[in-house]
Nanobody, 127 residues
Framework: QVQLVESGGGLVQAGGSLRLSCAAS????????MGWFRQAPGKEREFVAV????????YYADSVKGRFTISRDNTKNMVYLQMNSLKPEDTAVYYC????????????????????WGQGTQVTVSS
């Protein structure tokens, strides 16, 4: 069983920054890609960013490209999402998720490819 715990959400003004963290435990963290997703009220959960198991590749949704940065520290079993230049439309519950495939060589952006999820952390951006 894998446990994922997000932290770092909060209330911030537009243009501000937040750094989300996700602590993983329960299996060899470094062998699996990690993703961040978000879900706004009344909307479906959507892809935000993904980082491959080694950290060599990252991929972002167009809506956050150039503003958000995903990173990981395999020595600490942590994945991060640095969010800059936040906009009101970034308001959502943010979830980290673990890929279900060992050392996948391609990035995947659909929720069905991830089999472990955290409980989520709320990010609210005021205008």
């Amino acid at each position: 069983q894998v446990q994922l715990v997000e932290s770092g959400g909060g209330l911030v003004q537009a243009g501000g920054s937040l750094r989300l963290s996700c602590a993983a435990s329960g299996r060899t963290f470094s062998n699996y890609a990690m993703g961040w997703f978000r879900q706004a009220p009344g909307k479906e959960r959507e892809f935000v960013a993904v980082i491959t198991w080694s950290g060599a590749r990252t991929y972002y949704a167009d809506s956050v490209k150039g503003r958000f940065t995903i990173s990981r520290d395999n020595t600490k079993n942590m994945v991060y999402l640095q969010m800059n230049s936040l906009k009101p439309e970034d308001t959502a519950v943010y979830y980290c998720a673990a890929d279900q495939v060992f050392r996948r060589t391609i990035v995947v952006v659909t929720t069905t490819q991830y089999n472990y999820w955290g409980q989520g952390t709320q990010v609210t951006v005021s205008s």
